[in-house]
């Protein structure tokens, strides 16, 4: 026990700071309402953009296949864990992103983890966004490239590294979020990549965010701005707006086909059940058979923003479904958070590391499935627990 007292000492400070953290529980479904901590709330928390997780289409579909094909895939992908269904929904991830082909992992995390180090090595340069996403992060570390930060959606201080860096790497990659998990603002993508161009790098857009969400049909911010033949690696994830899990690039075929051959995960960790596959699949259809999912995603969108900044809200920089609610102050964040589940909306509190400190949020995010009353009393809630916590006046 005492080997490992080191780690009880760094739960108990944890938890002498207030920072150690308890997930919320629900006791039902995923959705824009749902019952938390035995509570019914408003969920403003969860990345189910379009309400897919509970689909009884993606539902029945992921039924068929597992009475059809089993629970598990019983293998890596490959050894002998390549189902057609797995290469049924890469043709259909491909066709929706616009590319030449593309490859699915377990999670957008490992898509990450598995990509970046194929691209780049020792002697490499990747160019990343200071805000880029924690799975980013871990995937340039595990390249053993050079990695050269550029400060969020900054492209003159991008341009500056590139001048300044460039010439000392044999290959280059500039990475990027399409959208930003905490600040809900959209990359920079027009500017970035004729910059990327210039300086002979590759571009790559992770849009765990972006896709389902972005551009037409949802089909993500590089689509967004018509950018498909100008980005090399498109990054998604089958998690969030898809409504299953699962992650994916999306790329010309030889990056694909290297893929196969060097991506750690590709080759060392099992694929997904053929039941997530195929509710994958089923999403990707439901996408095209009900448009109107991504606009009433964005009618809620402009509602809940208008809403919160007439009440006197700071909204920080979002063009996006996420949306922060500025306190600034890490307790007046969290004291906001907790007050709201009083009054029956759930919205999480964010604050160091997370982000910086001093920038503590309230994050929320508003779904398809969200009613005009569900928004409207979300913002009723919040502009009585905006002035209790005295973030409004
Ligand atoms: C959420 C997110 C991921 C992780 O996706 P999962 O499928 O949940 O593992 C990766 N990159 C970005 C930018 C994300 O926002």
Not at 115 to 132: E, K, M, T
Not at 138 to 152: I, N, T
Request: net charge negative; aromatic share 6%; proline share 4%.
């Amino acid at each position: 026990m005492a080997t490992l007292g080191y780690i009880e000492a760094e739960v108990a400070r944890l938890r002498d700071e207030g920072v150690y953290r308890e997930p919320a529980v629900l006791t039902g479904r995923q959705g824009a309402r749902a019952v938390i901590q035995g509570r019914p709330v408003i969920n403003l928390a969860s990345n189910n953009y379009l309400g897919l997780a509970g689909h009884p289409r993606l539902v029945r579909a992921m039924v068929e296949a597992t009475e059809r094909l089993g629970v598990g895939s019983g293998a890596v992908r490959t050894i002998v864990g390549t189902m057609q269904v797995h290469l049924d929904l890469e043709r259909d991830l491909a066709a929706f992103k616009g590319s030449e082909a593309a490859l699915t992992f377990q999670s957008g995390f490992t898509a990450n983890l598995a990509v970046i180090p194929v691209l780049a090595g020792d002697g490499d340069g990747i160019f990343s966004d200071a805000l880029n996403h924690a799975s980013i992060i871990d995937g340039c570390r595990l390249s053993r490239a050079e990695v050269v930060r550029f400060r969020h959606a900054d492209m003159d201080d991008l341009a500056d590294q590139l001048r300044r860096h460039r010439g000392r790497f044999r290959h280059a990659v500039v990475i990027t979020d399409g959208v930003f998990s905490m600040d809900g603002d959209v990359a920079r993508l027009p500017d970035l990549v004729p910059l990327a161009e210039r300086y002979d790098a590759a571009v790559y857009v992770d849009d765990a965010h972006g896709s389902g969400v972005m551009g037409p049909g949802g089909r993500g911010t590089v689509a967004h701005f018509g950018l498909e033949d100008r980005v090399h690696v498109q990054i998604g994830t089958l998690s969030k707006a898809v409504g299953v899990v699962g992650g994916y690039a999306a790329a010309a075929r030889p990056l694909v086909e290297l893929l196969t051959q060097r991506a750690r995960p590709f080759l060392f960790s099992t694929s997904h059940p053929p039941g997530v596959a195929a509710a994958c699949r089923e999403a990707l259809r439901v996408l095209a058979d009900e448009p109107e999912r991504v606009e009433r995603l964005w009618a809620n969108t402009r509602r809940f923003k208008e809403g919160l900044r007439a009440l006197g809200f700071d909204t920080g920089a979002s063009e996006t479904p996420i949306t922060p609610v500025m306190a600034f102050d890490e307790r007046r964040a969290l004291a906001l958070s907790d007050r709201l589940l009083e009054e029956g909306v759930f919205a999480q509190g964010i604050v160091f590391p997370t982000v910086p400190r001093g920038m503590a949020r309230v994050r929320t995010i508003v779904t398809a499935e969200h009613t005009p009353e569900d928004l409207d009393a979300a913002l009723g809630a919040f502009e009585r627990a905006g002035r209790a916590v005295g973030l409004l006046a």
